[in-house]
């Protein structure tokens, strides 16, 4: 049974960082290009992150020198260093497989970033 559950997000403030994770499961994990999306309000979900199997990584241009994504395949686990947020990054930030998915999204987690 796939499953992907995302966590790490919450309330900061602009300027701040947050780290988030995923945990997948029921995959082989390393074989996965795995990705971070994001869904604002009112806003379609879009993909800012991405690391290949072998750890090769790109980023949205919105998110490129703040954000950075890395795995642990030993924990089926997926993450995002977020620094230097800004209020535009509040969204909920879910994980899944590129380019495309798992046929499942996890429940997300939301970074929302006010002062």
């Known amino acids: 049974q796939v499953q992907l559950v995302e966590s790490g997000g919450g309330l900061v403030q602009p300027g701040g960082s947050l780290r988030l994770s995923c945990a997948a499961s029921g995959i082989v994990f390393r074989i996965y290009a795995m990705g971070w999306y994001r869904q604002a309000p009112g806003k379609q979900r879009e993909l800012v992150a991405r690391i290949t199997s072998g750890g090769s990584t790109n980023y949205a241009d919105s998110v490129k020198d703040r954000f950075t994504i890395s795995r642990d395949n030993a924990k089926n686990t997926v993450y995002l260093q977020m620094n230097s947020l800004k209020p535009e990054d509040t969204a909920v930030y879910y994980c899944?497989?590129?380019?495309?998915?798992?046929?499942?999204w996890g429940q997300g987690t939301q970074v929302t970033v006010s002062s």
């Open positions: 899944n497989a590129v380019p495309r998915g798992l046929g499942l």
